[in-house]
């Protein structure tokens, strides 16, 4: 059975940084990919970032250079390191895992299993 809990959500000012996480078990991070997506108020679900069982990382490009997918794969555990955040990174921020053949990356469609989120709220 998959479980994935996110945390680590909260609100800030422009400019700070926050780290998330996604305990995740019944998946394992040497055989499944691994991603981030966030929804904003009235948009869809995005893919944010992406960490591949060989370790490739993706970014969706609004988000290069501030944010950085990991994983501590001796405790299960999924992160995204945020940094320099603007109020257009609000929303509320899913861990996904087993991304399925053909998919593309930033397809939520694409994912098997699903958290239910963090919320993120940046102010100005």
């Known amino acids: 059975q998959v479980q994935l809990v996110e945390s680590g959500g909260g609100s800030v000012q422009a400019g700070r940084g926050l780290r998330l996480s996604c305990a995740a078990s019944g998946v394992s991070f040497s055989r499944d990919d691994m991603a981030w997506f966030r929804q904003g108020p009235e948009k869809s679900r995005e893919g944010t970032a992406f960490l591949s069982p060989g370790g490739a990382t993706l970014y969706t490009d609004s988000v290069k250079g501030r944010f950085t997918i990991s994983r501590d794969s001796a405790r299960n555990i999924l992160y995204l390191e945020m940094i320099n955040l603007k109020p257009g990174d609000t929303g509320m921020y899913y861990c996904?895992?087993?991304?399925?053949?053909?998919?593309?990356?930033?397809?939520?469609?694409?994912?098997?299993?699903w958290g239910q989120g963090t919320q993120v709220t940046v102010s100005l």
């Open positions: 996904a895992a087993v991304r399925r053949p053909g998919s593309a990356w930033y397809v939520a469609g694409g994912y098997s299993y």
